[in-house]
């Protein structure tokens, strides 16, 4: 069973974020896309640093999110 480490939701969003760590110890991205619905993003990912760096890239360039 996996774990979510992170959260991202705001109303400014298309969709939510959720990064994961799985029964293997490794991490992985999941866009929720409805009810029920959604996709992995990436996964396999064993550092969280790294983890939690590729969930951000990819919320700011996918929602085209300006820092």
Request: net charge negative.
């Amino acid at each position: 069973m996996s774990t979510v480490i992170a959260n991202i939701e705001d109303d400014d969003l298309n969709y939510s974020y959720q990064l994961c760590k799985d029964d293997d110890d490794t991490y992985y991205l999941y866009r929720e896309e409805g009810i029920l619905r959604g996709r992995t993003v990436f996964k396999g990912v064993e550092d969280i640093k790294d983890a939690l760096r590729l969930m951000m890239d990819y919320v700011f360039e996918y929602e085209e999110v300006i820092a």
